[in-house]
């Protein structure tokens, strides 16, 4: 006798059908991912020359200010060349009137200094002050206190409070 308890063995044709579902299904799938893969890849390649287009411009836009950085200053400047010139430019013998010319082109000069950060340093009467003085002698001053500045032989400079050249001084005996 048989048992009926059994489950009865599945039909050939539809085992084949069902398996032939799954691999349309997974073909489908693996065409899907790889359509999903080509688009990746593509946006990576986008990506990548967009990077490489934007390292190209900051390369170019540094190569500029670099080379124009100073065009502001120079275009301070150029009245003060204009001074400069006008006086070479004049023949005379008036000594008075050529000082006079030069102070102007130094007052002028020292303002477009000033407007880009740029300071004197002029320590006449002030105590020596290693970071912005440098003592080149020390000589007899009556009335001076020891260790003051007497004599500034060159001024020093300073760029927006860092010093750029130290004044060379001669500073008080004791």
Request: glycine residues 6%; negative net charge.
């Amino acid at each position: 006798m048989q048992n009926n308890d059994q489950h009865p063995a599945p039909d050939a044709d539809a085992v084949s059908a069902a398996n032939s579902a799954d691999v349309e299904a997974l073909k489908a799938r693996v065409a899907e991912l790889e359509a999903e893969k080509i688009e990746q890849r593509e946006s990576v390649l986008r990506e990548k020359a967009e990077l490489e287009n934007q390292r190209r411009r900051l390369h170019r836009d540094l190569e500029q200010a670099r080379r124009f950085a100073n065009e502001k200053l120079l275009n301070e400047l150029l009245p003060v060349f204009d001074g400069l010139e006008g006086g070479l430019a004049v023949e005379t013998a008036d000594v008075a009137a050529m000082r006079q010319g030069l102070g102007l082109t130094l007052k002028s000069l020292l303002k477009v200094g000033e407007n880009h950060g740029l300071a004197q340093v002029d320590p006449l009467g002030q105590p020596l002050d290693p970071e912005r003085h440098h003592a080149v002698s020390m000589v007899e001053s009556p009335g001076a206190e020891a260790g003051t500045v007497v004599s500034v032989l060159q001024k020093g400079y300073v760029l927006n409070d860092r010093l750029l050249r130290p004044a060379l001084v001669a500073v008080a005996k004791d």
